[in-house]
């Protein structure tokens, strides 16, 4: 028969000020449920995440608190009602089982021809009820009495915890598998005299903790045990089996199962706590991604298989290559789409945009883009003050949306005189999109120091030609925004994907 089982839920941490707390599992078992030899089981599913390459926690807890308070478990009936006996035998019929007490009905002390209903403690008078194991056919020592031995000059009472409370006899919990019961006279173990009693069917009842108990890891594993009555509160430390058994199975993209059972050698009551905190699934991504701004925004893409959810974040070392240059504001903004917009068609007589008077004077140029689309193969030449670029082999683009942004490479011209645009086709056509003047974005000499580019949702504050930053968490299921206004190079090595369980 398989164990009977719980499944375990997946919880959010709550979230941890200046970033984001790692998801959390946790299941609490209120009420108690059995502990069997045959296993109890707690069981974690982790949603699938294409592409992972582990899942981890940072820490897993397993508590089990034994019911010692609770009404016994009944084992059954061990004994016939009799007449007239001076002892009960009693046979367990589930040995190890710790007993919690017999019930007695009907007894009944027998002096003489005078007959006395026994329903408590204080109807024995100067009787006692005793437990005493047996041991290879041997009476051994008497274990509990109801009521407890009184002192006896120097010997302070004996055997307390036992009680007779109705047909009850109420044990501390008493290990063993055969046991006499019997009434007897005198205070004294040495002086005991078995006295004449009857009673009814006698049942016998299991005290409510396990006895024995066993954690197995997610494997079959034994993980930890204790032996004997289980009366306080065990705490097993799961993290390194949990962890092993992630590692091993969080790498095929499908869905994490990780079973804990719990056994006991003797079935008994205990509520269950497992709790695991921070726990991820991890995708690592091998090599170098990397993605060029030219002052506009752009992706660095995740490579496929697409992770089929959101992360709760990316851990990944980031670096920026300065190119030495930075969107003038006068630029345009690129559009999303061409819908709408109007335009010009460039052929071989130059279209001319003119620049404000004052608005790149001092300024070093460098390139200068034009937005729009080809019209069929297509070679442009751009002029302005004195200085000639061009650019040969443009193909109408498949897809329009965004236009394309044709860039010419001027060298360094430094500008110290009203700027006037001039493109021309020497073979085909491009269409110049206007809103209402035809589109153009500038790039001039700047340097990296105070500038700023933001990858994934996080700024990188640039210091120099290079800036790298570590462990930055960035934002993005199959992607990551980047947003500048400089012409750079923005790479992220070292990325590890986390999703929540």
């Given at each position: 028969m398989?164990p009977?089982?719980?499944?375990?839920?997946?919880?959010?941490?709550?979230?941890?000020?200046?970033?984001?707390?790692?998801g959390?599992v946790?299941v609490?078992?209120?009420?108690?449920?059995?502990?069997?030899?045959?296993g109890?089981?707690?069981?974690?599913?982790?949603?699938?995440?294409a592409?992972?390459?582990?899942?981890?926690?940072?820490?897993?807890?397993?508590?089990?608190?034994?019911?010692?308070?609770?009404?016994?478990?009944?084992?059954?009936v061990?004994?016939s009602?009799?007449?007239?006996v001076?002892?009960?035998?009693?046979?367990?019929p589930?040995?190890?089982?710790l007993?919690?007490?017999?019930?007695?009905?009907?007894?009944?002390?027998?002096?003489?021809e005078?007959?006395?209903?026994?329903?408590?403690?204080?109807?024995?008078?100067?009787?006692?009820?005793?437990?005493?194991?047996v041991?290879?056919g041997?009476?051994?020592?008497?274990?509990?009495?109801?009521?407890?031995?009184?002192?006896q000059?120097?010997?302070?009472?004996?055997l307390?915890?036992?009680?007779l409370?109705?047909?009850?006899?109420?044990?501390?919990?008493?290990?063993?598998?055969?046991?006499?019961?019997?009434?007897?006279?005198?205070?004294?173990?040495a002086?005991f005299?078995?006295?004449?009693?009857?009673?009814?069917d006698?049942?016998?009842?299991?005290?409510?903790?396990?006895?024995?108990?066993?954690v197995d890891?997610?494997?079959?594993?034994?993980?930890?045990?204790?032996?004997?009555?289980?009366?306080e509160?065990?705490r097993?430390?799961?993290t390194?089996?949990?962890?092993?058994h992630?590692?091993?199975t969080?790498?095929?993209?499908?869905?994490i199962?990780?079973?804990?059972?719990?056994?006991?050698?003797?079935?008994?009551r205990?509520?269950?706590?497992?709790?695991?905190?921070?726990?991820?699934?991890?995708?690592?991504?091998?090599?170098?991604l990397?993605?060029?701004?030219?002052?506009?925004?752009?992706?660095?893409?995740?490579?496929?298989?697409?992770?089929?959810?959101?992360p709760?974040?990316?851990?990944a070392d980031?670096?920026?290559s300065?190119?030495?240059m930075a969107?003038?504001?006068?630029?345009?903004?690129?559009p999303?789409?061409d819908?709408?917009?109007?335009?010009?068609?460039?052929r071989?007589?130059?279209?001319?945009?003119?620049l404000?008077?004052?608005?790149?004077?001092d300024?070093?140029?460098?390139?200068?883009?034009?937005?729009?689309?080809?019209?069929?193969s297509?070679?442009?030449?751009?002029e302005?003050?004195?200085?000639?670029?061009s650019?040969?082999?443009l193909?109408?683009?498949?897809?329009?949306?965004?236009?394309?942004?044709?860039?010419?490479?001027?060298?360094?011209v430094?500008?110290?005189a009203?700027?006037?645009?001039r493109?021309?086709?020497?073979?085909?056509?491009?269409?110049?999109?206007?809103?209402?003047?035809?589109?153009?974005?500038?790039?001039?000499?700047?340097?990296?120091?105070?500038?700023?580019?933001?990858?994934?949702?996080?700024?990188?504050?640039?210091?120099?030609?290079?800036?790298?930053?570590?462990?930055v968490?960035l934002?993005?299921?199959?992607?990551?925004?980047?947003?500048?206004?400089?012409?750079?190079?923005?790479?992220?090595?070292?990325?590890?994907?986390?999703?929540?369980?």
């Amino acid at each position: 028969m398989s164990p009977p089982s719980v499944h375990v839920g997946v919880a959010q941490a709550p979230r941890g000020a200046g970033g984001v707390a790692i998801g959390g599992v946790a299941v609490v078992r209120p009420d108690p449920v059995d502990v069997t030899p045959q296993g109890y089981r707690l069981s974690e599913t982790w949603r699938a995440v294409a592409g992972a390459t582990g899942a981890r926690v940072d820490s897993s807890l397993l508590t089990i608190d034994p019911v010692t308070s609770a009404p016994n478990r009944s084992l059954g009936v061990v004994a016939s009602g009799k007449d007239r006996v001076v002892e009960i035998d009693i046979v367990s019929p589930v040995p190890g089982a710790l007993l919690g007490g017999i019930s007695i009905p009907g007894l009944v002390r027998i002096e003489g021809e005078r007959e006395q209903a026994v329903r408590s403690d204080a109807d024995l008078g100067d009787c006692h009820l005793i437990l005493s194991p047996v041991t290879g056919g041997t009476v051994q020592a008497p274990v509990a009495a109801a009521p407890q031995l009184p002192r006896q000059n120097e010997v302070p009472p004996q055997l307390p915890g036992a009680s007779l409370t109705g047909s009850m006899f109420g044990l501390p919990g008493v290990a063993g598998s055969r046991f006499k019961v019997k009434l007897v006279k005198k205070h004294s173990p040495a002086e005991f005299e078995p006295q004449t009693f009857s009673h009814g069917d006698v049942t016998l009842y299991a005290a409510p903790m396990p006895v024995g108990l066993h954690v197995d890891d997610p494997g079959g594993a034994q993980l930890f045990a204790l032996a004997g009555p289980i009366r306080e509160t065990a705490r097993v430390d799961v993290t390194a089996a949990l962890n092993r058994h992630l590692g091993a199975t969080g790498v095929h993209g499908t869905s994490i199962a990780a079973v804990i059972t719990v056994r006991s050698d003797v079935v008994g009551r205990a509520s269950i706590l497992w709790t695991t905190t921070g726990g991820v699934i991890e995708r690592a991504l091998k090599g170098r991604l990397s993605a060029e701004s030219v002052g506009s925004p752009t992706e660095i893409v995740v490579p496929p298989p697409h992770p089929g959810r959101e992360p709760i974040r990316t851990l990944a070392d980031v670096t920026v290559s300065h190119h030495g240059m930075a969107i003038h504001p006068v630029s345009d903004q690129v559009p999303k789409a061409d819908a709408g917009l109007g335009g010009v068609t460039v052929r071989d007589r130059a279209v001319v945009r003119a620049l404000p008077p004052e608005a790149l004077r001092d300024q070093v140029l460098r390139k200068v883009c034009v937005i729009g689309w080809p019209r069929g193969s297509t070679d442009l030449t751009l002029e302005l003050l004195g200085v000639s670029a061009s650019v040969e082999g443009l193909a109408p683009p498949v897809d329009r949306d965004p236009p394309l942004q044709v860039w010419f490479d001027l060298g360094e011209v430094a500008v110290s005189a009203p700027v006037e645009i001039r493109l021309f086709a020497t073979r085909g056509g491009f269409h110049w999109i206007a809103d209402p003047q035809p589109l153009m974005r500038l790039a001039i000499a700047s340097g990296p120091e105070g500038e700023r580019v933001s990858v994934g949702g996080r700024t990188i504050d640039l210091t120099g030609a290079e800036t790298v930053s570590t462990a930055v968490a960035l934002a993005g299921t199959d992607r990551w925004a980047v947003t500048t206004d400089q012409f750079c190079t923005v790479s992220i090595a070292n990325a590890v994907m986390e999703f929540e369980p």
